[in-house]
């Protein structure tokens, strides 16, 4: 080889070496690997990594001066193996081999990569990998809640004042007082009895809705149920006024809600004290507001009644009574709830949850569905581990905890009702395709035993059988009863149209009081085989008492000159006259004989007459020597 082939040979050498550089290297910044230096034997100890070289078995080797240079070990971590360019051709002497000499090698120190299919529990740079196999898991026995019968079905009334308490009232009447005072320089002297009379007048016009507040009043279209309880001046000061909390001592105070707060959480506590099955979902509720008062309070959900407004998280049974609340407000939403290190660093749904679930009474015997929104994998481990709760929830594709599930494509092709699981850690994770694939996690029921449902078929156009698991069926029975609370809400709302943001949550709270009471009394009935009064009686009931319990009775006297005199009319069959409330009938306040120029049939004997009424009930009633009817109608 001549003198020139030699000298091209380290060039050619580098280019070799330089072509397998990363294309990153060269246009970019150079990777740095870092790298470590441990002994090849991991039995070796760090005593035996010393400088000091071992005894050589050859007394008479004397090591050469470039032997000397070379064997640096930290000097050639750098270099590549790449045969010597010098053109001497003497041959170095050579070691002989030492026994029991500790070499060392050269570890990287990059840290591995997570495998595309690898999937771990606690966090992508686990080492631990969850292994999901094709197993179902078993059922969770949920035990049907007992509750004991009451001696007797109580009033409409009574049932409202267990949520709707007299502390309430009395907390609204002395803080309206109060905010009066400070905007005008003098109350306007209301009185617990008179916000009783504001909120039957409410409730009243939850049912007969006009289009203004001002038409119940008007000659034209005058509603005396409601205009003769309070005039119209004083309901309007009375709704100008309403307040809940003192102004002045909320500056500094990080609670967005705090205008509502203390009637928020009195009737929160009131919720609690209901006793509630062993099911419970969770999810949200929208409290309708248009306004652009309360700033980033209001949210927006398009796929609820009231699109824009407060967003509120609730648990609820599948009976449809909520039992607890939480009210969304941005970062400092959990900011009067203890969570431990692990839960603050849940995401929000989690997070929600887990706030909502601390309150059931028995968490190990119960079972809480809850929507994608909220459903994870480490959710519903968090939930078992910490409380006992068992879940079940749809769940989005990116939070099974990296189940192998078939795709969509693949489930489509292989029909309707066709589906796909993975288990581990007694997690199960199911796919079902219906109109389209829905994904769902549960610890608390799996695949078996299969179930069906109705399905409509275009193809045949008829009702055909679409066979699911078994958590398909738990999962739609049990998720709705939020749903069912809102419902009764919408049914009869409370008119709530304000500018001020507070007056909308004001009367969703006492919405919610009648919906609430209106299902324990239903329960109750149920339990005694009676049969319930319908939503609008039991609103209307608790109306007509509210403005008449523990109250004299209204003035007697001619109609207001407003109204135009009664047009002559022919005859026509006499209507039953409304029976009081018993609350009403027996609060012994205001119940006088009135004598009236006409006869009429006692309401208490079947066959009596009598021309005596009472001023309070207005009701006929036997009122001689011989028959005492007034005194034991008023008596229970």
């Not at 001066?65 to 070379?70: L, N, P, Q, W, Y």
């Not at 905010?179 to 909120?199: C, H, M, R, V, W």
Request: charged letters at 25%.
């Amino acid at each position: 080889m001549s003198e020139r082939k030699k000298s091209l040979l380290p060039c050619k050498l580098f280019l070799v070496k330089f072509c397998k550089m990363d294309v990153n290297s060269f246009y970019g910044t150079r990777t740095r690997t870092l790298q470590a230096l441990v002994p090849e034997n991991p039995q070796d100890s760090d005593a035996d990594l010393s400088d000091v070289d071992d005894p050589i078995e050859d007394p008479d080797y004397h090591p050469v001066r470039e032997e000397v240079a070379g064997d640096s070990s930290f000097e050639s971590l750098d270099e590549d193996d790449a045969p010597s360019t010098s053109t001497s051709s003497k041959k170095l002497p050579c070691k002989k081999r030492r026994k029991g000499k500790h070499t060392l090698k050269t570890v990287s120190l990059k840290e591995p990569e997570d495998s595309p299919g690898s999937s771990s529990p606690s966090g992508p740079h686990n080492g631990t990998r969850r292994i999901w196999k094709h197993e179902d898991i078993e059922e969770f026995q949920v035990t049907e809640a007992r509750f004991e019968p009451p001696v007797v079905v109580q009033s409409p009334f009574q049932y409202f004042r267990m949520l709707f308490t007299d502390e309430m009232i009395q907390h609204v009447a002395h803080h309206t007082n109060l905010y009066s005072a400070q905007e005008l320089g003098d109350p306007i002297k209301t009185n617990p009895e008179e916000i009783e009379d504001f909120l039957s007048m409410l409730l009243f016009m939850g049912v007969f809705k006009f289009p203004s507040l001002e038409d119940y009043w008007h000659h034209e279209s005058r509603f005396s149920v409601i205009a003769d309880i309070m005039p119209r001046k004083r309901f309007q000061l009375l709704r100008r006024y309403i307040h809940f909390n003192d102004n002045q001592q909320c500056n500094e105070n990080p609670d967005r809600f705090y205008k509502i707060r203390p009637l928020f959480d009195m009737l929160r506590n009131q919720c609690l004290l209901i006793p509630s099955t062993y099911k419970h979902s969770v999810d949200e509720v929208m409290i309708g507001y248009k306004g652009t008062r309360a700033g980033s309070l209001r949210q927006y959900i398009g796929n609820k009644p009231d699109k824009w407004g407060f967003k509120v998280f609730c648990r609820a049974s599948s009976s449809g009574i909520i039992h607890d609340l939480l009210m969304y407000q941005g970062a400092s939403t959990f900011f009067n709830v203890t969570l431990s290190e692990e839960e603050q660093m849940l995401p929000l749904g989690a997070k929600v949850v887990t706030t909502l679930c601390k309150t059931i009474q028995q968490p190990r015997l119960s079972v809480v569905f809850f929507d994608n929104f909220f459903t994870s994998f480490k959710l519903v481990q968090t939930l078992q581990t910490s409380l006992g709760v068992q879940c079940i929830g749809t769940v989005r594709p990116n939070r099974t905890g990296g189940a192998p599930l078939m795709t969509d494509k693949e489930l489509i092709k292989r029909g309707r009702g066709s589906y796909d699981y993975r288990s581990a850690e007694g997690v199960i994770a199911v796919k079902w395709f219906d109109n389209k694939c829905v994904n769902l996690l549960s610890n608390a029921s799996g695949i078996m035993p299969l179930s069906a449902v109705k399905r409509w078929c275009k193809e045949s156009k008829e009702k055909i059988t679409v066979p699911c698991p078994s958590l398909i069926p738990a999962y739609n029975e049990h998720m709705g009863g939020i749903d069912l609370s809102d419902m009764l809400v919408h049914l009869y709302k409370t008119p709530a149209k304000s500018r001020r943001w507070y007056i909308p949550l004001f009367g969703y709270i006492l919405d919610l009081s009648i919906a609430n009471s209106w299902l324990v009394y239903k329960r109750d009935c149920g339990l005694l085989n009676e049969k319930a009064m319908p939503l609008k009686r039991f609103r209307l009931a608790v109306a007509h008492s509210l403005n008449q319990v523990n109250k004299p009775a209204s003035k007697v006297g001619r109609p207001s000159s407003s109204s135009p005199p009664p047009p002559k009319k022919h005859y026509t069959p006499r209507p039953s006259l409304p029976k009081p409330q018993p609350d009403v009938r027996y609060d012994s306040l205001g119940h006088w004989p009135l004598h009236c120029d006409k006869r009429g049939r006692c309401n208490y004997c079947p066959k009596g007459v009598s021309r005596w009424k009472c001023q309070k009930c207005n009701v006929f009633l036997c009122l001689n020597a011989n028959q005492e009817c007034f005194a034991a109608y008023h008596q229970k």
